[in-house]
């Protein structure tokens, strides 16, 4: 988290976007109007509400171009600079075997069920347990909710410098043994898929094209899928409200979505892209990689489309391409928050803890397990989300009352 904040700060235009984001919130919690003092918050936070129930708002296409902001969490921390010559050497190798899979997910199996409604995939590292143990135990649990089947998966790359046949080359005294822990997981909870790629950040892109043809491989006729990241909580509930009114026929990918993001020309930054491996001013509109819905079919579209671009190593990124191939744009959707929002100087009361603030959320980003644990235990308590602003904290499509 430290580490995150300090690569924000390298950047001090993410900065000023974060800190005026914090404010923007902060004053649509008080149900006041958005300040129109940051206007370099717009582009993203456009998609915010203020059409009627269930519209979707276009973003603004005047509004100042936000730079990526990227919150992707701890696992995939690029040590160094990026290695853009050796990364366009390999990227033509883009098919990893599967060491791990599970192949009776979404089949009934003669066990209730068969289909699931939605489909949990999750992004994780192996060293990752105590994460993937809370959203097991909390918004990634399996079965019914609402009557909708639910099924989860992590989705699990080799941590880097530790051969596939699962022993640590770094040190004897510190053998982790990942991969018998990844086998134990998978035979108690029957949820991870583990591909034989580097688990790194600039391999997030392998890992959503793998997870892309897993899927229409394994979960043909899944109705909806949610990707996100382990850090995420996820109101679930919410997110199956959402997809009660849509049609899993029809395309539909629905997330933080932002348009006109610049790419970033400073060496220095994480994010740093040559011209020359992207040579256009704006990215595609894409879904911030936090988490995002996406229907059967355009998931069935993507795995097409997606084979034609070139891998391009910020996984969101290089999915808002495929999109683009296939002439959709993602939809903006207001209650996925796919930054975090635990910056205390900004909005003092946008509390992690605060039950209110989640739950007319679906997806709230950079949390720790302890977080995700406690949020689960406080909205889905005896007593229910013990609110104190009985209010709505801000007008949009996701209020239900208790
Ligand atoms: C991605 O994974 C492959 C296969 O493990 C590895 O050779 C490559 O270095 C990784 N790429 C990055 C950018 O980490």
């Not at 996406?294 to 671009?309: H, K």
């Not at 209650?335 to 100087?345: K, L, V, Y």
């Amino acid at each position: 988290m430290r580490r995150r904040l300090r690569l924000r700060r390298d950047a001090s235009l993410t900065l000023l976007l974060g800190t005026a984001l914090g404010l923007l919130l902060y004053s649509q919690r008080d149900g006041g109007a958005p300040t129109t003092s940051a206007p370099q918050a717009r582009g993203r936070v456009a998609p915010r509400p203020t059409l009627g129930p269930r519209t979707f708002q276009v973003p603004e296409a005047g509004a100042a171009p936000p730079a990526y902001e990227g919150d992707t969490p701890p696992p995939p921390t690029p040590t160094g600079p990026f290695d853009f010559g050796s990364y366009l050497r390999a990227k033509d190798q883009r098919r990893f075997p599967l060491l791990i899979n599970q192949p009776h997910k979404c089949r009934g199996d003669g066990g209730p069920g068969g289909r699931p409604d939605l489909l949990i995939a999750v992004k994780s590292v192996a060293a990752d347990f105590e994460r993937r143990q809370a959203v097991r135990q909390t918004w990634g649990a399996e079965g019914r909710v609402q009557g909708a089947l639910v099924r989860r998966v992590f989705l699990v790359g080799v941590p880097r410098g530790e051969g596939t046949d699962g022993t640590d080359t770094v040190g004897a005294g510190t053998r982790t043994h990942w991969r018998d822990l990844l086998h134990a997981e998978s035979r108690a909870y029957s949820d991870i898929l583990l591909w034989a790629f580097d688990d790194t950040f600039f391999n997030l892109t392998l890992k959503e094209i793998h997870f892309l043809a897993w899927a229409s491989a394994f979960c043909p006729d899944v109705r909806f899928v949610f990707k996100g990241d382990a850090d995420v909580f996820v109101h679930v509930g919410n997110l199956l409200e959402f997809l009660a009114l849509r049609d899993p026929g029809q395309d539909l990918l629905a997330g933080d979505v932002i348009v006109q993001a610049r790419p970033i020309r400073a060496r220095a930054s994480k994010y740093y892209i040559p011209e020359g491996v992207y040579g256009l001013p704006a990215y595609p509109a894409y879904a911030g990689g936090g988490g995002f819905v996406v229907s059967g079919t355009t998931l069935r579209r993507l795995v097409g489309a997606c084979a034609q671009v070139e891998l391009f190593p910020i996984d969101d990124v290089f999915l808002g391409m495929c999109l683009q191939r296939l002439r959709l744009t993602p939809e903006p959707h207001p209650a996925f928050r796919t930054f975090g929002i635990s910056q205390p100087s900004a909005a003092p009361h946008l509390r992690t803890f605060d039950p209110c603030f989640y739950r007319e959320l679906v997806v709230v980003h950079g949390l720790s397990a302890a977080d995700i644990w406690l949020m689960w235990r406080l909205l889905h308590g005896p007593h229910g989300p013990a609110c104190a602003h009985p209010q709505p904290v801000a007008a949009g499509p996701f209020q239900w009352d208790s």
